[in-house]
């Protein structure tokens, strides 16, 4: 805004009287000076005045209509004047002189009844009407910085109340919050929401806060229609419309008699409906006590603009706790639903059980065992049916005189003794021939009746329940088994007699078959006792001096479980073999370093019997590869070896290791189980130059690793470059701990976008060491390195954080971030923990995060590994399955485990392109079913053309990523990138 000129003197002629000019002057500099537009208009009024200019009249129009100066010179036909010379397009009429003027509206005029005016009060009008434009400037100007202000706090209340309704806090800290939030905008130290519920005539208050009648209303309880009969909340219901002002104004503007009040009088009261659809569902009120303290037609628009938002934040807080009691129901339903289904499960289990049972009394026949542990081994058997904490089984002797007790456990103590034929509860069941079920009543009546008799010293302790079976043989009843109970918490019941008498059959079946086989031993038995008797001592002595030595031998020698030679046997034998070399250079032998692959994975994930059986049967087809001569010695854990001595090396030693690898392509057997298992193979053949065994050992080592190293189930020949190649591997695990300490590892950023519109939903981070010489490596290039030298797990620690800190700004608006985390870190128990320990101390959301794991992670120690992903799935971390459909693709993975996102292999993807390849869209259309089925996202890795996203999207798969959409880059890339 320019600088107004202080005015020169108004009087032009010499002739003009020296006081005239001067007043003239002095209003000019009051106009000059003046703050307001009526201080500028009255000094202009006097200053016409002096010019000698009768009775002028300023006027200027603000929003309530026209202003003048003086207040009294504007007369009606004024009034009417001015409003037609300033609303009109015309020219004005005479008398009439423009001030001001805001575009085509003309603002400030002038009203003098003459059409020319003396040259001082021109010049004073025309000073007059540059100081009143900017001082109308000003005023408009401030009333727009006052309406903006306005209008952003109104904003920062809309989103705060947005951000209540989304908040996990309960009803009553959100309506709280919202009372806070009104209270911002106006005075709300009185405020109330009430809703209406229509169809049951009633309104809940279910926020009141008030400094006169706080106790009115409980918002836990409706409020009946006809009791708020005369009160504004239910009139502004009735009539849905908004009022303000002083009670008894409001209370006439809403036809209401005030005779029977409804709470305390306010001094001011402000309420509006919450409209949805036109229909009233609520009101939203404040009220003052105090006078002066009131609300205005601002208040007014505001409010009205707030409970449209106020409502939807309660209907959505509403909707949230209706779905948490749904949620709530069904949850109760699905455990009651999986609690049938257990029931049903226990009942085949049982059946299933009973079977078993039944075949292994079976096979006990046929056993070598003694008759106690025969015995011993069928309580056993019947105890894991019913409770058999007291049992014994009683036959009948060979002359059906005696009873005979070959086994008895009892808690009391007591032991069965073998007696005459009397007319106790065994012989009862004997004698009737089928089960007996008895309970203390049961007992009483036999004995009243005199069907048994009690036995005299037989039992100190009272039966509660007794439950027998006989034993049916061929040629009638043999014995019987029996239960019996004393303490009155354990009762047998019609199951349990049935589950015993299927059991009897058997068991009489096995005694007979175990009499006749007991009776053939003890004849075949006498024939050779004499003949035994007379060599027994001297075969003793012989075998026991024979099988000690044989046994030192073998155990300093062989592996006890392959019962391969060892180590110490092989050492033995290179030993020899080079001394033989060193004397004969003609002389070749090789070396045969083995490792079954993955066998790590079957120890663990499926146990160590496996893992034995699994070694076993490898060193079984090792020694079908070999001939005669060739030795194979196990020398620890899964790591085999084979000495040649035989053949032109090394030709002989490829034939072997080719045969090898022929012969583990058949599928092991590990129970219901087929496993595949390979071998790695690294082939070392002495030369002049090795001077110990250690080096030839040495050598096939690193042709092992070298085999392992370029994709397992292969054979690898040493060569002096691998040896050069093995010494590498030292000097790159120090310059990884160089390049840790030094920074020199970064994160790059590969985008995961939605496939139908290449809108980018998350990023992969993947690391890239900055090498000082050799330049930007690969992750293949370093980590198999830090993999083999334990380097890994600090590696990837600087690897997170660093993705952390890089990634944050590409998820801020929205999308996540996944990392790659190794199989060691779920070693640690406290993963997790350290984990989001990481993500507070960078700052990243939990909730923008998804870790990467492969199967083989999953099957390592599957209950730790489900602990920790759980943990992490409550802290609103992620988890992603990666190369799904490469390892063992199990649903147990997918179920078990709380996954939220599947990744395809690009192995499946790649092939999309080309004509003939049906399985592997079949493949990814039952991953992207299963993944739809388990609502789980599902990403197609490797997509590198626009054929292969068409082939997805026609699929029905919703993310890729690949090199067809970018690859790996740093994070300042993908921000100076235009968004997709």
């Not at 490829?654 to 087929?674: C, L, T």
Request: with cysteine; aromatic share 6%; proline share 5%.
């Amino acid at each position: 805004m320019g600088q107004t000129q202080p005015p020169e003197p108004l009087g032009d002629t010499p002739q003009e009287p020296p006081g005239a000019a001067g007043a003239v002057d002095a209003c000019a500099l009051a106009v000059l000076s003046a703050a307001t537009v009526r201080a500028a208009a009255a000094a202009l009024a006097r200053g016409l005045q002096e010019a000698g200019v009768a009775a002028p009249c300023v006027v200027w129009f603000e929003p309530g209509g026209p202003e003048a100066e003086p207040p009294g010179a504007l007369t009606p036909a004024r009034r009417q004047l001015a409003l037609a010379a300033g609303h009109g397009d015309a020219g004005l009429p005479p008398g009439v002189h423009l001030l001001h003027a805001a575009g085509a509206q003309r603002d400030a005029l002038v009203l003098t009844g003459a059409a020319a005016l003396p040259d001082p009060a021109t010049r004073l009008l025309a000073l007059a009407s540059q100081r009143i434009g900017e001082l109308r400037t000003m005023q408009r100007l401030r009333q727009s910085v006052h309406q903006l202000e306005q209008a952003e706090q109104l904003q920062h209340a809309l989103f705060a109340i947005a951000d209540l309704a989304a908040s996990e806090q309960n009803m009553d800290a959100m309506l709280r919050g919202l009372h806070q939030i009104v209270g911002r905008l106006m005075y709300a130290q009185n405020f109330f929401i009430a809703l209406h519920d229509r169809q049951r005539e009633s309104v809940r208050f279910i926020y009141f806060a008030d400094e006169k009648d706080g106790q009115m209303y409980d918002p836990r309880h409706e409020v009946p229609v006809a009791q708020l009969k005369d009160s504004f909340t239910l009139a502004i219901i009735q009539q849905a419309r908004t009022v303000r002002g002083p009670a008894g104004q409001v209370a006439r503007s809403l036809g209401l008699s005030r005779g029977a009040v409804v709470g305390t009088p306010s001094a001011d009261f402000m309420g509006v409906p919450m409209l949805r659809d036109g229909v009233v569902l609520g009101v939203l009120a404040v009220q003052s006590y105090r006078a002066g303290l009131g609300y205005s037609e601002a208040d007014c628009a505001v409010l009205g603009f707030v409970a449209e938002h106020v409502l939807n934040a309660v209907e959505r807080k509403r909707g949230q706790q209706v779905l948490e009691r749904h949620v709530a129901d069904r949850t109760r339903e699905l455990a009651l639903a999986n609690q049938q289904l257990q029931q049903q499960v226990a009942e085949r289990e049982r059946a299933a059980h009973l079977q078993a049972t039944l075949y292994r009394i079976a096979a006990m026949a046929n056993s070598q065992e003694r008759d106690a542990d025969f015995y011993r081994s069928v309580h056993a058997a019947v105890g894991e049916l019913i409770n058999a904490e007291n049992f014994y089984i009683a036959l009948v002797s060979a002359d059906g005189r005696a009873l005979h007790f070959p086994y008895s456990v009892d808690a009391a103590g007591e032991s069965g003794v073998d007696r005459p034929l009397g007319r106790g509860l065994s012989e009862y069941v004997i004698r009737q021939g089928r089960t007996q079920l008895l309970d203390v009543a049961d007992m009483e009546g036999l004995l009243a009746r005199g069907d048994v008799e009690l036995q005299r010293g037989i039992s100190k302790s009272a039966t509660v329940c007794w439950l027998g079976a006989p034993l049916l043989g061929p040629a009638g009843v043999m014995g019987v088994v029996t239960v019996q109970s004393y303490r009155p918490d354990l009762r047998y019941d019609t199951h349990d007699a049935d589950l015993l008498t299927f059991v009897s059959h058997q068991i009489a079946n096995s005694v007979h078959r175990r009499q006749q086989a007991e009776a053939l031993q003890a004849l075949n038995a006498q024939l050779e006792q004499r003949v035994h008797e007379r060599t027994q001592e001297l075969r003793q002595q012989i075998a026991v001096r024979e099988q000690m030595q044989a046994q030192l031998k073998h155990q300093v020698m062989h592996d006890p479980l392959t019962q391969l030679p060892n180590r110490v046997y092989l050492r033995d034998r290179l030993e020899r073999a080079l001394a033989l070399r060193q004397r004969d250079a003609r002389h070749e032998f090789a070396l045969l370093y083995l490792d079954v692959d993955r066998f790590k994975l079957f120890n663990d994930s499926l146990g160590h019997l496996v893992g034995d059986g699994v070694l076993c049967e490898v060193a079984s087809r090792l020694l079908q590869c070999v001939r005669g001569p060739d030795l194979v010695a196990r020398l620890s854990g899964d790591e085999f070896a084979i000495l040649i001595e035989h053949g032109a090396q090394p030709t002989a030693g490829r034939k072997v290791a080719q045969r090898i690898q022929e012969g583990m392509q058949a599928p092991v057997q590990a129970g219901e189980r087929e496993l595949q298992v390979s071998v790695s193979i690294g082939i070392a053949v002495c030369q002049g130059h090795h001077q110990t065994i250690d080096e030839i050992l040495h050598d096939a080592d690193v042709a092992l690793y070298r085999a392992k190293a370029g994709g397992r189930q292969r054979f690898v020949l040493f060569d002096q470059s691998q040896h050069e190649g093995g010494m590498d591997v030292l000097d790159v695990a120090h310059q990884l701990r160089q390049a840790l300490a030094a920074g020199h590892f970064e994160p790059h950023f590969q985008p995961i976008v939605r496939l139908d519109d290449g809108a980018t939903v998350g990023y992969e981070a993947l690391i890239r060491w900055r090498h000082p010489v050799r330049g930007l490596l690969g992750p293949g290039e370093f980590l198999p390195v830090a993999e083999q030298t334990g380097l890994i797990e600090a590696i990837d620690w600087h690897m997170y954080r660093l993705a952390c800190l890089a990634g944050a700004p590409l998820v801020r608006g929205g999308g996540f971030l996944t990392l790659n985390v190794s199989p060691r870190h779920f070693v640690n128990a406290d993963f997790d923990q350290a984990l989001l320990a990481l993500l507070a101390e960078t700052g990243f959301a939990p909730e923008r995060l998804h870790i990467e794991v492969t199967e083989s992670t999953l099957l390592g120690d599957p209950q730790a590994v489900a602990a920790i992903l759980q943990r992490l799935q409550a802290a609103r971390v992620g988890t992603a399955l990666d190369d799904f459909g490469t390892g063992y693709s199990s649903l147990g993975h997918v179920h078990r485990f709380p996954l939220s996102m599947i990744k395809i292999d690009r192995s499946f993807t790649h092939d999309l392109d080309r004509v003939g390849q049906p399985r592997s869209a079949a493949i990814i259309q039952a991953v992207l079913g299963l993944g739809r089925a388990l609502d789980l996202d599902v990403v197609a890795e490797g997509v590198e053309t626009e054929a292969q996203r068409q082939v997805l999207l026609a699929m029905g798969c919703v993310y890729g990523q690949g090199f067809y959409f970018g690859r790996p880059s740093p994070a300042a890339h993908w921000l100076a990138a235009p968004a997709r």
